[in-house]
């Protein structure tokens, strides 16, 4: 493997929570970009109740670890979101480069998760310790507004 490994991209967006559930949208991807929506709801999920054990030291042993990073794989990882995903991983593997995954959030209830823990069962493999493919994340920032220049009309001094 080369010092300055290759990537190619797939961006996916965690948008706030509507009532049909939480947008998951692929945004940049070698294999296309879709639209997906998360039922997750954590106030009714063990998702919620998992990452706070998982915190605090509770929640232990490989198979309970592989049973949290699959639910919340499959959280995300949804319909044509999933498809795309592996497409993506394919694609970057026939090229001799490495997948990054970048999940970025517009839900903080959700950006909050331990994603590392990214559990694929189809391909029994944990995203995060995987050789070929690294997983990223941001939450959304409000940038301030630039200040705009503003050019008098005249240069007289009456105006």
């Known amino acids: ?23 998951v949208t ?7 970009e879709a639209t997906a929506f998360s039922p997750i709801d954590l106030s009714k999920s063990r998702l919620a109740a998992d990452a706070e054990a998982l915190t605090a030291g509770r929640l232990a042993g490989e198979a309970r ?4 990073g699959r639910l919340l794989f499959e959280s995300i990882f949804v319909d044509e ?7 993506s991983l394919s694609m970057a593997m026939a090229q001799g480069k ?13 950006a909050a998760l ?7 069962l189809q391909d029994e493999r944990l995203l995060a ?11 959304a920032v409000a940038a ?3 200040a705009l220049a503003v050019q008098p009309l005249c240069a007289c001094w009456w105006c």
């Open 26 to 32: 692929v945004v940049d991807s070698p294999a296309g």
């Open 81 to 87: 979101v999933a498809h795309l995903y592996r497409a």
């Open 1 to 23: 493997m080369p010092a300055h490994p290759e990537f190619v991209t797939l961006e996916i967006l965690i948008a706030a929570r509507t009532q049909i559930g939480y947008p």
């Open 144 to 146: 301030p507004t630039p």
């Open 129 to 139: 310790v995987t050789l070929d493919c690294a997983v990223t994340r941001s939450i």
């Open 65 to 68: 670890l592989q049973e949290f």
């Open 98 to 110: 490495l997948l990054r995954l970048h999940l970025r959030f517009d839900a903080p209830e959700l």
């Open 114 to 120: 331990p994603w590392e823990y990214l559990y694929d």
